[in-house]
């Protein structure tokens, strides 16, 4: 299993560059090793740009195709931090506050992928909570193994 950073020090130490946040994106996708999507064929290389290549059909496939990071310009080591800034921020996080928090020279960028992160947490179907909601966090698992998980309930 990949392990989660404790903070941000760690975060940092371990995703120090977009190669190994790409290779970090490349593990959660394809776990078992990359096959072509057209072919199923596991011989491929990876190009200059960071995408694979079949050997057999020639298609090519990025890592971030079909996630939030798709078409984005922003780096991947940003959109880490961020992820890592969203996730533990008890209170919620502000576009200007992750903007001031990461250095970044425009509103928008930070906007934009607080807007990425929040629509993709939104589960389609859902039944809405109403009324009086209580919202709280918990540690769950044994010891040296814990995961923080978020909890929303009607009173």
């Known amino acids: 299993m990949l392990s989660y950073p404790k903070d941000?020090?760690?975060l940092m130490a371990k995703?120090?560059?977009?190669?190994?946040?790409?290779?970090?994106v490349e593990k959660l996708r394809w776990p078992d090793g990359y096959a072509c999507l057209k072919c199923d064929n596991k011989k491929t290389w990876e190009t200059k740009r960071?995408?694979?290549y079949c050997s057999q059909c020639q298609h090519q496939q990025s890592v971030?195709?079909?996630?939030?990071?798709?078409?984005?310009?922003i780096p991947l080591r940003i959109w880490f931090q961020?992820?890592?800034?969203?996730?533990c921020q008890k209170n919620g996080v502000s576009a200007q506050g992750l903007q001031r928090v990461l250095g970044?020279?425009?509103?928008?960028?930070?906007?934009?992928?607080?807007?990425?992160l929040r629509t993709a947490?939104?589960?389609?179907?859902?039944?809405?909570?109403?009324?009086?909601?209580?919202v709280d966090e918990a540690y769950l698992g044994?010891?040296?193994?814990?995961?923080?998980v978020g909890v929303a309930a009607e009173i």
Request: hydrophobic residues 30%.
């Open 15 to 24: 995703f120090f560059s977009e190669e190994t946040c790409r290779d970090y």
């Open 104 to 116: 970044l020279k425009g509103h928008e960028p930070a906007w934009l992928m607080l807007h990425k």
């Open 82 to 87: 961020t992820i890592w800034w969203f996730t």
């Open 142 to 148: 044994g010891e040296g193994n814990k995961e923080l």
């Open 121 to 134: 947490m939104i589960r389609p179907g859902r039944d809405r909570l109403c009324g009086e909601v209580e």
């Open 8 to 10: 941000m020090s760690e």
């Open 50 to 52: 960071g995408t694979k």
């Open 64 to 73: 971030t195709a079909g996630t939030i990071f798709q078409d984005s310009r």
